[in-house]
């Protein structure tokens, strides 16, 4: 039987390439510069895997909205500052500063039947189940809204969600690049992390040690999935912007361009998959 199943893993992989989202909040805008990128290539990824910002973008681009119609999300406010995205809590008392109310509503109306198995592109969103302290891969059912607001549920800033007795958050928390959920079904993995390791020049204040412990653990918790990758596309908005860079949209996406186009241009044998 296990023969069986490796040779039938094998032959469905042989046509499925696959492309790794990174967390990285702002800078994930890079990832729909990315994909312009790839598509400007003739590259058209047929499984997504993403945690956080990753998850969103790959929902969107999974559903069928192409890189150009994302950015016009972006620049038409749906997509753009986290604000847009939060509802806030008039107290403390909650799991979370904010609910995912918005975000929730902004799924159901840009992707109304709310359904993996009736996506485009096959999708799979990284999530952390609290109770286990595991990270987990969703791919079915019809409660996708909820499972990307899971998998962007920052701690401490959005509420967790609940299912049943089970606390799901962000997916970035434990596995920033989950490359793990579609190694099975993918010859090729494209990763792209827009969190990449810097090391650090000068830690002025408080916040900007927090900042790099933070993608430090990202980074170490991303080592796994990108092994996993063929490719890696490494934008450096970073170097330039933070996770909270929202008004920098389009600079982000340009970064996510740039990178992508570079990276093939040093790597043609990417070119092979080109449709």
Known sequence: MNLIKDLFNFSSRNDALGICLSGGAALGF???????SLEDHGIYPTHIVGSSIGA???????????PKEMLQLVKDDKLYKITKLMTFHPTF??????THEMLRSLVHELIPHNSFEQLKKKLYICVVNLNKAEWEIVDSGNELDKWVAASASIPGIFETIK?????YIDGGLLNNMPAQGIEDFCQVIIGVDVIPHKVPTELKKPIDTLAFALRAVQHQNSKEGRDLCRFIIEPQAIEEFHEFSFDAYQAIYQH?????????AENPEMMKLAK
């Open 93 to 98: 008392l909650k799991s979370g500063l904010s």
């Open 256 to 264: 996510g361009y740039k990178a992508a186009t570079k990276y093939i």
């Open 163 to 167: 299912v049943g007795e089970t606390y």
């Open 56 to 66: 969103i973008v790959g929902t969107m681009y999974a559903a069928g909205y192409s």
């Open 30 to 36: 890079a990832h729909i510069g990315v994909l312009q």
